[in-house]
């Protein structure tokens, strides 16, 4: 039997164009209902090509007594298993789950770190600097203008879905820089964290969605709650409370984040249960990229 294409109905869950392997024997319908294909008495292993937007696996036949059984799809059976923190409020809180894990206990209530450095201790203790902030707020933006333009020129499905959700911070960067120059401060040229964390968030974008999205999610999210805090503990220390664009965002802050949270939980839906744990796997190289630019503040 040649390679051939048909559409399968598994337990009337979904349908999957799929590859069959030439040793696999079907009936010459190329349409087979759940009761046709249960009985079917042979065993296959039936594969199906992962996108970004669909979930890695297969559909398997199983022989069994004499009597064929659907083993359905990785993302299925998975699901059925072990149950996760947060998992029964969406994927978006297992991410929050995972990152609250990672910060200090003078960061979040729920921090479980011990704090090692300045900038993970209590933000009433530092002394910042204006030349250091400049430093963290020109890498932030290179950050932010590579995500940004990541989402904004994307066409694939994962992407596309969060172009303009308002919780862009490129432009509003661009503003707050362009008033320190006119404030006379002299605006200095990306550093190393900054410049690092651009080309991995390239490289991620191009070959490994789940762990890019880990980073999306935690840069915006981040600066939405955390990040604001530090903003206006800054601000009042060396800028006379000067409220910068960067903590300004168009509409509610509140629902802009919801409407982001919907999207990346029905992105996951698609995601086996390895490819999100890939995904949390990513959350501690977030920080760990986040802190190098954030420490700038106090160099």
Not at 10 to 15: D, L, S, T
Not at 125 to 134: A, D, I, N, Q, S
Not at 249 to 275: C, H, I, M, P, Y
Request: charge should be positive.
């Amino acid at each position: 039997m040649t390679k051939s294409s048909i559409r399968v109905c598994v337990c009337c869950r979904f349908m999957a164009t799929t590859r069959l392997n030439p040793s696999c024997h079907f009936p010459a319908s190329t349409r087979l209902s759940c009761e046709s294909y249960l009985g079917l008495r042979t065993t296959g292993r039936i594969s199906y090509a992962r996108t970004l937007t669909a979930p890695r696996g297969y559909l398997a036949v199983k022989a069994n007594g004499g009597q064929a059984s659907v083993v359905t799809a990785a993302a299925i059976t998975e699901k059925q298993q072990k149950k996760y923190p947060g998992e029964s409020k969406g994927f978006v809180e297992e991410m929050r789950f995972v990152a609250m894990r990672l910060h200090t206990k003078d960061q979040a209530r729920e921090g479980e770190k011990e704090s090692r450095s300045p900038e993970e201790g209590p933000v009433a203790k530092w002394e910042p600097t204006v030349e250091g902030y400049l430093h963290f707020l020109v890498d932030s933006k290179l950050v932010y203008d590579t995500l940004d333009g990541i989402i904004d020129g994307s066409n694939f499905p994962t992407y596309a879905g969060f172009k303009n959700t308002g919780l862009e911070r490129a432009e509003s960067l661009r503003k707050d820089l362009e008033w320190f120059k006119e404030q006379g401060y002299e605006i200095p040229e990306p550093m190393a964290p900054g410049k690092t964390y651009s080309e991995y968030l390239k490289d991620l974008a191009e070959n490994d969605p789940q762990a890019f999205i880990c980073h999306f999610y935690n840069i915006y999210f981040a600066h939405s709650a955390g990040g604001q805090m530090i903003g206006t503990k800054v601000s009042k220390k060396i800028l006379n409370n000067k409220e910068l664009e960067f903590y300004k965002w168009d509409g509610q802050l509140s629902q802009l984040l919801q409407n982001v949270r919907q999207k990346l939980n029905k992105v996951a839906e698609w995601w086996t249960r390895e490819e999100k744990s890939h995904c949390l796997e990513e959350t501690e190289k977030s920080f760990k990229f986040s802190g190098e630019i954030l420490r700038l503040i106090l160099s």
